[in-house]
């Protein structure tokens, strides 16, 4: 009887399953960046590359060039809180061209007195103003009507409604593997939310889901969240949502070896996604990807990116001219140097254009840690970095469009001197 029992209620669930994911819609394609971009302010777009360049390559370093009055990258600190630990932050493009910032703070990480803390960004002086309380492990209970031992990652998105949306891990019981993602709202860029929210992402147990990177759009108005899981398995998974509703959820990658993925949109199609590798001894330390061809809906593993990674966030961001940007650490182990890398959308290469931080040359116990980098493009064609920077601030690097411009030229300038030199061309 007991067998039967159990034999019914499998298809009932199989027929409920059929009924929710048949009422879904239909995937829609991919909303390119020019809808997000601010005032876009100088093109700097060369028409004749293709922007399509497939994933795998090796990296060089390049010096951009330094002749005439391209101004150097701009590098600043967030508002000091006086916490003694910040960690994780993230931006978002406001509408008036300035920039605002998320990220945590408080005694460690994972400690009951963690809050989630906010700047504003003046495009006009380029200076941050001062940091305010989004919400703290208290208000987060009340909101959520249940228990929350520690919260982090917050990350920032732009609905097609003009709102913006603001995601963030809390934890109930465990570690960062038995998290879940909430979510608030707000209309006036930020300076108000709404009642935070749980995303359902599983109707069973609803754990292990966090975020670290930004959202896609969809034509049809809806977000893409690259997500990832912890529990059991350590993987990728990309959440189609409508606001606070979890409309579907694909896996990006499998195993234990990829978690914080972030997507560089292609086409409407077509898209990478990069990870943060967490692979085992012996296995490599570069970076995993996956793609895919239908909008998100299912992703194929590709090869990995050949540029070390230590099991270490990376930040990208894909400008105007079709030039993708990746900070991260570029070692085997360690976070003691942070790079800007660029690829040549023609030539499928990586290049590092800045070392942002590096200690090697200190000894192991004087080096700091300069981790989960966070990239944005306010206009299509300059970045805003942010970062954590020894575990006690958050720095942030503006780089022009004037600079990426002039490091991007002289990438193909290098290009095409490998290129004669290896027809021989050039001795």
Known sequence: MSRILAYCFLLLAAVLGFIHI??????????????????????????????RSATKSAYTKVKPATHGAT????MDWLPDTGAASVHAASLIALK?????????????????????????????SREWGDSSVVIDRISAEKGLSRYIAKLGNPVPARLADGRLQLFFVTVSIGGWAGSSISTMFSEDEGLTWTRPQRLITSPFFNLSTLVKSPSLAFVDGRLGLPAYHEWIGRFGEFLRLDADQVLDKKRMSSGRGSIQPIVFVNDAQGASAFFRQTRGT???????????????????????????????????????????????????????????????????????????????????????????????????DDAHLVYTWGRKKIRHAYFSGAW???????????????SASKSGEVK
């Open 22 to 51: 048949d009422g879904r819609p239909a995937w829609a394609p991919f909303a390119m960046n020019e809808e997000a971009w601010i005032e876009p302010t100088e093109l700097n777009a060369d028409k004749s590359i293709d922007a």
């Open 71 to 74: 101004p150097s990258p701009v």
């Open 96 to 124: 008036n061209g300035g920039v605002r910032a998320f990220w945590f703070a408080g005694s460690r990480e994972g400690a009951a007195d963690v809050v989630i803390n906010t700047a504003v960004w003046n495009p006009t």
């Open 282 to 380: 012996g296995k490599p330390k570069q970076i995993p990807v996956s793609t895919t061809q239908n909008a998100g809906e299912s992703w194929q593993p590709f090869d990995d990116l050949e540029i070390s990674n230590p099991n270490s966030a990376i930040g990208g961001v894909l400008l105007r001219n079709g030039a993708r940007l990746l900070a991260l650490n570029n070692i085997e182990t360690g976070r003691y140097r942070l790079v800007l890398m660029m690829s040549n959308p023609g030539s499928d290469a990586w290049h590092i254009v800045e070392t942002i931080e590096d200690d090697e040359a200190l000894s192991e116990q004087e080096r700091r840690e300069f981790s989960y980098p966070y990239l944005i493009s306010v206009h299509g």
């Open 404 to 418: 990426l411009d002039r490091a991007y030229k002289q990438l193909a300038v290098d290009g095409q001197k490998q």
